[in-house]
Nanobody
Framework: QVQLVESGGGLVQAGGSLRLSCAAS????????MGWFRQAPGKEREFVAA????????NYADSVKGRFTMSRDNAKKTVYLQMNSLKPEDTAVYFC?????????????????WGQGTQVTVTL
């Protein structure tokens, strides 16, 4: 059974940092591309960052470029999202997702499996 478990969310002041983790189990992690998405109240789920199988290619939403960094450790079956210079508009539930298609994918529909999400709240 595929399982993705996010952790690392919390409450932080604007300008602060958080590191999200997503631990995977139940499938061959190294053959799945991974992505981070977020969803704020009343809004659609949106792309944040993605990374391909090997970790050699990444993709970021324009709103987080230069502030967020996604990485993966295939030996630990874990992906990370380092979030720096956080802004109140980054407040959302953050989800990790896995795709059987290789590539740093932006589309929600390209992902097969999703975690339950972790809340990130950024205050002024």
């Amino acid at each position: 059974q595929v399982q993705l478990v996010e952790s690392g969310g919390g409450l932080v002041q604007a300008g602060g940092s958080l590191r999200l983790s997503c631990a995977a189990s139940g499938y061959t992690f190294g053959y799945y591309a991974m992505g981070w998405f977020r969803q704020a109240p009343g809004k659609e789920r949106e792309f944040v960052a993605a990374i391909n199988w090997s970790g050699s290619s990444t993709n970021y939403a324009d709103s987080v470029k230069g502030r967020f960094t996604m990485s993966r450790d295939n030996a630990k079956k874990t992906v990370y999202l380092q979030m720096n210079s956080l802004k109140p508009e980054d407040t959302a539930v953050y989800f990790c997702a896995a795709s059987a298609i290789d590539g740093a994918l932006k589309g929600v529909k390209e992902y097969n499996y999703w975690g339950q999400g972790t809340q990130v709240t950024v205050t002024l």
